[in-house]
């Protein structure tokens, strides 16, 4: 059974930095690409991250590019979000997808067919 | 980046209701649209991938088509765990999109 279970989120400062991570299990995590997707309260859904599936291509939503860095740990199956400069508006539900697609110049283009449930990151003075 | 607009926002509907939501992109994005289904305090998941493609385990009262810059997901006969919001989103480029959302509510 896929499992992805996110962990790191919490309450910050703007300006401060916090550090997600995403334990798969279930399959083989280093064939496929993984994903942040992120949904403010009562909003939709937004992708912000994607890393191939040997951490070689990496893209960010232009929202988080400069301020957030994402890394895997094939060894350790696990998926890390860096988030600096943190501001009111990345407030959000932050959850860890698994990717199903290919991994191009252009981008990570795929779907996301496995999902975690999801860490609460609160930015507020 | 692809805008991608759901219609409409918020549907009612009655158990066994036949339903339709559309999605639109603003340029042609081919057959890469998928559509998840959200219920509150849950993440999303997968329903529909390509187009039309039921996700494993999806009830085939889903049904997806569309092509080029309009899309939409059916479900034919309504029931109590239908009960959601719908989103569409869009593989064709980076960034990767999605639509603001569809939430059916029963009437």
């Known amino acids: 059974e896929v499992q992805l279970v996110e962990s790191g989120g919490g309450l910050v400062k703007p300006g401060e930095s916090l550090r997600l991570s995403c334990e798969a299990s279930g399959f083989t995590f280093n064939d496929y690409p993984m994903n942040w997707v992120r949904q403010s309260p009562g909003k939709g859904l937004e992708w912000v991250s994607a890393i191939s599936p040997r951490g070689g291509s990496i893209y960010y939503a232009a929202s988080v590019t400069g301020r957030y860095t994402v890394s895997r740990d094939n060894a350790k199956n696990a998926l890390y979000l860096q988030m600096t400069s943190l501001r009111a508006e990345d407030t959000a539900v932050y959850y860890c997808a698994r990717g199903r697609g290919n991994c191009i110049s252009r981008g990570c283009l795929q779907n996301f067919d496995y999902w975690g449930q999801g860490t609460l990151v609160t930015v507020s003075s | 980046d692809i805008q991608m607009t759901q219609s409409p926002s918020s549907l009612s509907a009655s158990v066994g209701d036949r339903v339709t939501i559309t999605c639109r992109s603003s340029?042609?994005?081919?057959?890469?649209l998928h559509w998840y289904q959200q219920k509150p305090g849950k993440a999303p998941e997968l329903l529909i991938y390509?187009?039309?493609y039921l996700q494993s385990g999806v009830p085939s009262r889903f049904s997806g088509s569309g092509s080029g810059t309009e899309f939409t997901v059916t479900i034919s006969s309504l029931q109590p765990e239908d009960f959601a919001t719908y989103y569409c989103?869009?593989?064709?480029?980076?960034?990767?999109?999605f639509g603001g959302g569809t939430k059916l509510e029963i009437k």
């Open positions: 390509d187009t039309s």
């Open positions: 340029q042609r994005i081919s057959s890469y």
């Open positions: 989103q869009q593989s064709y480029s980076s960034p990767l999109t």
